[in-house]
């Protein structure tokens, strides 16, 4: 049988394309078993008139499930979900597919990075145990099935969740994955000497045990609304005992499994060059009959978007480019090139602005950016607040994003449910005047304001990408009119999305930097990166490997007695207004500076398809579905 052309069969029957007497047709052709065709009429419905195709020609868009395509296919998130298909009966036979994840990942393992850069190369060979699609549900990955109260998996106070998990799996070097692994992953990422990225989204969890061999049991600190956080999504990535159960705590760092991991996923890692590419292979073993399609991943990093874009839409040279994050007009320019296609889709998250409320010039206990230092400028409101008034949002969003984005006041633009009404944002330069007038901020002999002793002449620093240093630019010449001078500094982004380079957002040696982020659905960790609960493990800094998610080192008690609120209840109503309370207070109190509410933005080859963008994880979550069609 031909695997390629079964494949494309199989998504025309998905799309619904196809009547009952072309696929009978086809089957046939194929010389497909009288199961599998069966199976496949009866995915067909009782149609016999198939339905128009969902190409769309170069100038218009189609928008499906959540996910838009320009100039191809449209992705259709929930199709598959909607209209089961039988899998191929072998996996393979789709040749490579090339990526281009211009951000170059250093790191593989899963729980010592969270940048997407590394994320991404990451969910190619490994899984957690479910992940959110489209539709903010969960789909059971390595899980049987997903736990619920009507099932008995979540406990009716929801101080428990007991998850069973798919048997027959094997780790990509045949041995058997177990609840073992889920429990080992815990005390993995539970030792603070392991320094794990991820170690705040396992904060509630009290303990992890192995009921049996496929039966594992998370017991929570007191009950909580977000049982499903531990393993699942990008933080809950399963590890295998049998390779790390030597390299947990301080030798974690040095692990071989760094940068030659393997996992259970789709493909299996066989060369990795950090900073430049990652090679995978088909994994012969995989749990999910009859996938993957492709036999090699080749996922090449570095260059820039708009050449990753290029490379997709003009030459062909590749089959997908991740994170476009390029001015509108260029990438329209691309589409004209025929081998490719935009794909859009929503919660691509919120570009910031980060107020580092440290000193970056100070050492303490041989750091800089201690908590312990506060920064003599940002420790002013008003200061913060001029910042905040001397940004054109609408100027940076619309000239330089475009389709990608649009301008906001608040820092989480994910989930309407958790956005209070009434925020807004505003361009004035006069207000920003007066508010440092107020703040003592007086103007030097060369026109430079001086504050607490210390000239108002900050760093700005950020990962090197054509519309982030525009963006810089932007933000720089408005400051410099009411008195403050930027010293742009652009730092590779292999750099400065990694938590152990000196250049690293997360180290934050200058006054600004920048990030894009997103919430998720349930914002509770995501809030992390304002919290300073004692003893500090979630501020970033030396002692824990500045793995901790508040890289701003902001410090606001009240802030920390909302999010404890939150963190212990479970009545929808209530979390949620406290949710409201916490973006109210960290937007008026300019903890960090939202810009920009930012769709994903990818390209896709012409004739690409499977793909089933989500909000809540990597472009590659579901590359095991990726077909090439021919």
Not at 131 to 141: E, G, R, T, Y
Request: charged share 15%.
């Amino acid at each position: 049988m031909d695997n390629l052309n079964f494949a494309g069969l199989q998504h025309q029957v998905r799309e619904q394309r196809l009547s009952r007497r072309d696929v009978l047709k086809r089957a046939a052709g194929l010389g497909l078993s009288a199961p599998t065709i069966a199976a496949l009429l009866a995915a067909c419905g009782g149609s016999t008139t198939p339905n128009p195709s969902t190409s769309v020609s170069t100038a218009a868009a189609t928008t499906t499930g959540g996910a838009t395509t320009t100039g191809g296919t449209a992705a259709s998130p929930t199709a598959a979900a909607a209209t089961p298909v039988p899998a191929a009966q072998k996996a393979g036979g789709g040749g490579s597919l090339r990526i281009l994840w211009w951000q170059a990942p250093t790191i593989l393992n899963p729980h010592l990075s969270l940048a997407g850069k590394d994320v991404g190369a990451i969910r190619i060979y490994g899984e957690p145990l479910a992940d959110f699609d489209a539709k903010a549900q969960l789909v059971p990955i390595l899980a049987a099935e997903i736990p619920s109260l009507e099932n008995g998996g979540v406990a009716a106070d929801q101080s428990s969740v007991t998850w069973k998990l798919r048997q027959g799996v094997k780790w990509h070097d045949g041995q058997p994955f177990t609840a073992a692994d889920v429990a080992f992953t815990f005390q993995y990422v539970n030792d603070p000497k392991t320094a794990a990225t991820t170690l705040g989204y396992y904060q509630n969890v009290q303990s992890v045990d192995a009921v049996d061999d496929y039966t594992v049991k998370v017991t929570f600190k007191h009950p909580v609304a977000d049982w499903f956080t531990p393993f699942t999504q990008q933080s809950g990535q399963i590890l295998p005992q049998h390779i790390l159960k030597d390299a947990v705590g301080t030798a974690a760092k040095t692990a071989p499994f760094n940068l030659k991991p393997i996992g259970t996923g789709p493909y299996v890692v066989t060369g990795f060059t950090p900073g430049d590419s990652v090679v995978f292979d088909l994994n012969p073993n995989y749990w999910d009959a009859g996938k993957p399609f492709f036999d090699h991943v080749n996922l090449k990093g570095g260059g820039d978007a708009t050449s990753a874009a290029r490379a997709v839409m003009q030459t062909g040279e590749a089959d997908w480019a991740w994170n476009l994050q390029i001015e509108p007009a260029v990438l329209q320019s691309l589409v004209s090139g025929g081998h490719g296609q935009i794909v859009t889709w929503t919660g691509g998250g919120t570009e910031k602005l980060i107020i580092n409320h440290s000193d970056p010039e100070t050492v303490v206990d041989g750091q800089k950016s201690s908590y312990q230092a506060p920064h003599p400028h940002f420790k002013v409101l008003q200061v913060r607040q001029a910042v905040a008034l001397a940004i054109q949002r609408d100027v940076i969003a619309t000239s330089l994003y475009g389709q990608g984005g649009q301008p906001t006041g608040y820092t989480l633009n994910e989930n309407t449910q958790f956005m209070p009404k009434g925020i807004t944002w505003e361009f004035n330069l006069d207000k920003a005047k007066q508010l440092l007038d107020q703040a003592g901020a007086t103007p030097g002999s060369d026109g430079i304001r001086v504050l607490n002793g210390r000239k108002m002449s900050w760093v700005y620093g950020s990962s090197q990408n054509a519309v982030r240093q525009k963006e810089q630019e932007i933000i720089k010449a408005a400051l410099g009119q009411i008195g403050i001078e930027i010293q742009i500094q652009a730092v590779a982004a292999s750099a400065y999305f990694d938590a152990n380079n000196p250049d690293s957002f997360q180290e934050l040696a200058a006054d600004f930097g920048m990030e894009t982020n997103a919430a998720g659905v349930y914002p509770l960790l995501w809030y992390l990166r304002y919290l300073s609960l004692a003893p500090l493990k979630d501020i970033a800094q030396k002692e824990n490997g500045w793995s901790g998610r508040n890289i701003q080192r902001y410090q606001n008690p009240q802030f920390n007695a909302l999010w404890t609120q939150a963190s212990q209840e479970v009545d929808p109503a209530k979390y949620t207004d406290t949710f409201l309370q916490m973006q109210t207070l960290v937007v008026n109190d300019v903890a960090d500076i939202g810009l920009v509410s930012r769709n994903n933005v990818a390209a896709a080859a012409k004739n690409l398809t499977g793909f089933q963008p989500t909000p809540y994880a990597q472009d590659t979550w579901d590359i095991k579905n990726w077909v090439m069609k021919s």
